[in-house]
């Protein structure tokens, strides 16, 4: 059965703080992405990775970073926490290859929120 | 770039009704298309897809069909159940965008027994 694991489904932080998100998939995927998830906005993609040690803006990068040094994990961090950032962050991940066929598999999402 | 819109919600229903979540896109090209599901406190899953024209998807009771011609992929459900209840999603992805998906806003929809 596949599997996307987050680290943690509900965070407080206070504004100011570093936050890591963490996010680990059994599936040997190549592609792992972030997004953000609020009303009436949908889903906005933060930032993604083709493969270990790769990264590549998403829509929306600001204020964020990522880390992807296995294959399995790719950390999202909030370099320095601010309240806009308060929301409920979801990793994806799916096989690489040319076929948008491929779905994309979801954690089950953390929600984040800073004071 | 791509784009996605649905309609919004919330929408309520009553058991056996029929549901119907309009949506359509932009994109250049043939982008596949999906719909995904949110149910209360669990994060997005694979409700179905399509990834070409006049391609019908189903799952669980739920039909899309791929319509190039009027860039839509509308969601239907002939008799809904409470259990339906959760926040939709439709997304579509591209090779030329790198397949990341471009998602609408999402809909809610309450099943009422």
């Known amino acids: 059965d596949v599997k996307v694991t987050q680290s943690s489904r509900y965070l407080v932080k206070r504004t100011g703080e570093k936050v890591f998100l963490e996010c680990v998939q059994d599936?040997?995927?190549?592609?792992m992405f972030w997004y953000r998830q609020d009303p009436g906005l949908g889903l906005r993609l933060i930032y993604f990775s083709y493969d270990v040690k790769m990264k590549e803006k998403g829509d929306i990068p600001e204020g964020y970073s990522v880390s992807r040094e296995k294959k399995e994990r790719f950390s999202l961090i909030l370099e320095s926490a601010s309240t806009n950032q308060t929301s409920m962050y979801l990793c994806?991940?799916?096989?690489?290859?040319?076929?948008?066929?491929?779905?994309?598999?979801f954690g089950p999402g953390t929600r984040l929120l800073v004071l | 770039g791509n784009s996605v819109t649905q309609m919004e919600g919330p929408v309520t229903l009553s058991e056996e009704a029929f549901l119907t979540i309009n949506c359509t896109y932009t994109a250049t090209g043939y982008p596949s298309l999906f719909w995904y599901v949110q149910y209360p406190g669990e994060g997005l899953q694979l409700l179905l897809k399509?990834?070409?024209?006049?391609d019908k998807g189903s799952n669980k009771g739920f039909e899309a069909t791929y319509r190039k011609e009027t860039t839509s992929f509308h969601l239907e459900k002939g008799s809904v159940q409470v259990s339906d209840s959760a926040v939709y999603f439709c997304?579509?992805?591209?090779?030329?965008?790198?397949?990341?998906?471009?998602f609408g806003a999402g809909t809610t929809v309450t099943v009422r027994a």
């Open positions: 599936m040997d995927h190549e592609n």
């Open positions: 997304a579509l992805s591209q090779a030329s965008e790198g397949y990341k998906l471009s």
């Open positions: 399509a990834t070409k024209a006049d």
């Open positions: 994806a991940s799916r096989l690489a290859g040319g076929s948008p066929r491929e779905t994309q598999y």
